[in-house]
């Protein structure tokens, strides 16, 4: 009656650790089974999601090894990228952008140091069994190298691009984000249908956005939409601004929605995105990448998204063009990382093209056994609903470099070769000149996104042992 889970937890965690109890056998002629362990984000502490997690991958292996199988079972740390910069600023109060870059890489290798045991000790605390010393950390050489030389690989491939483009961005963070990054949250804004001129008359526009009016370039309706169809052609002043846009008629206009007559601002939303590219409509981007007007609204510059909102209402409800204005509810899309509503902006990006292979991404999904099966349909669903190519490159400090320089004089993309790797181009050069003859050369300051090396972690895995054939394919991924 007086068990002590506290002092017989400890005595068996100890005891499987000194006896290596749960290691990898590389000389066991029993069948492998490997487990891709998705490692977790090092944001101090283990939260109940991983707890339950981890433990299902733990069932599948304690299970595997009671059927006879070598269980190769790798545990990692998830620690580039910018939940980790988050982490760190707020642990050691300071900020990435104020320091030196090379400075803060420091500071984060060494507050990671510094909390990576405790925070693997929770792991070792409920009794999850991995091979502890078959370990990885996303920041690490091992793994700056796989991550590098999938760059370059997908580079040759023809599968990687650099392009100015309408970008997803998120101001608090500063940098471009993925589709993937986004989630959907439910905010209250406001309705307003605001008057522009036509021909001396007026017409009403209803937006959630009045913000952007400085950066409208046209404005949309439905070609069928009868009460309308007649300013097709027309030129709209647009209010506050006095700046002349063309009239255009697309079907990509809901007619049900407000007066059915849209502006199209650079960038609203993917629509604004997609007739922008569609009409070659003119570039005028209204706010810095930290969210505030820039000198294009005149006026309003150097207010914040928000508060040029309010600014610009009142200003609209004076010069008698705001007619109504109602609060609705609606799903906008938000940075997960930080709860920011995102913005479209126009930026040099690096991109991974992956829409050509949707279909074989479903049929390889096809071949896959998943646990549960609902799973599947939400995967089939997500890989149907990517629109944008894969933006890869991060504005950000704490990360994996692009293997990546630019000559100088002919502006030439230079990449790192294979041997070298991994390289930080901000420290180094290429050991050998431009086809052009140039030899000075300019560092890629980027960093590549987190998932550029988290969605490599078999191979990373894998490659801790390179000379064993069966861990490749993963047997399971969590």
């Known amino acids: ?64 090894r009671m059927r006879g199988y070598n269980l190769f079972f790798p545990f990692g740390t998830d620690d580039n990228g910018l939940a980790t910069e988050i982490l760190i600023e707020k642990i050691k109060n300071v900020k990435a952008e104020s320091m030196k870059r090379d400075s803060f890489i420091k500071l984060c290798l060494e507050t990671l140091n510094e909390i990576r045991p405790d925070f693997i000790q929770d792991w070792k605390n409920i009794g999850f069994s991995p091979d502890y010393d078959l370990f990885y950390s996303t920041i690490n050489d091992h793994c700056r190298k796989i991550s590098q030389r999938s760059f370059i690989e997908l580079y040759k491939k023809g599968r990687i691009y650099q392009k100015e483009a309408p970008s997803i961005w998120c101001h608090k963070c500063k940098t471009a984000i993925a589709q993937v990054e986004l989630e959907d949250k439910e ?66 206009v809901d007619p049900e929605k407000g007066t059915g007559i849209v502006m199209c ?3 609203g939303d993917q629509t604004d995105i997609e007739w922008y590219k569609a009409y070659n409509l003119p570039l005028k981007i209204s706010f810095t990448k930290d969210g505030r007007l820039n000198a294009l609204t005149g006026k309003y510059k150097g207010l914040k998204i928000k508060e040029a909102r309010e600014k610009i209402l009142e200003d609209l409800e004076k010069e008698k063009l705001l007619v109504n204005k109602r609060k609705i509810k609606h799903i906008v899309n938000v940075h997960e990382r930080c709860g920011t509503e995102i913005e479209f902006l126009n930026t040099k990006q690096w991109f991974i093209s992956y829409l050509d292979l949707k279909d074989l991404f479903l049929k390889s999904g096809a071949k896959l056994k998943w646990y549960p099966k609902h799973m599947k349909v939400r995967y089939d669903n997500w890989v149907k609903g990517l629109q944008w190519d894969w933006c890869i490159s991060r504005q950000r400090f704490f990360g994996i470099p692009f293997p990546v320089w630019y000559c100088k004089k002919c502006k030439e993309i230079i990449l790192a070769e294979e041997k070298e790797l991994p390289v930080d181009p901000l ?52």
């Open 265 to 267: 601002c650079t960038f």
């Open 1 to 64: 009656g007086n068990y002590n889970f506290k002092e017989a937890e400890k005595r068996i965690l100890d005891y499987w650790d000194k006896n290596k109890i749960f290691a990898f056998d590389e000389k066991s002629k029993k069948p492998i089974y490997s487990i891709d362990t998705p490692p977790p984000t090092v944001s101090g502490k283990m939260h109940l999601g991983h707890a339950f997690s981890y433990s299902h991958q733990d069932f599948i292996a304690r299970y595997k």
């Open 187 to 252: 905010l209250e804004s406001i309705f307003s249908d605001i008057i522009f001129k036509v021909d001396g008359k007026n017409i009403i526009i209803s937006t959630t956005r009045p913000e952007l009016l400085g950066s409208c370039v046209a404005v949309f309706i439905h070609p069928d939409d009868k009460r309308n169809k007649n300013l097709v052609g027309k030129k709209a002043i647009v209010p506050l601004f006095h700046n002349e846009v063309p009239i255009i008629a697309d079907k990509r």
């Open 427 to 478: 420290n180094s050069k290429p050991n050998k000149k431009c086809k052009c003859g140039g030899n000075e050369f300019i560092p890629e300051k980027d960093v590549l996104d987190t998932w550029a090396t988290s969605s490599l972690t078999p191979k990373i895995a894998a490659e801790l042992k390179p000379n064993i054939k069966a861990i490749y394919p993963m047997s399971m991924r969590p």
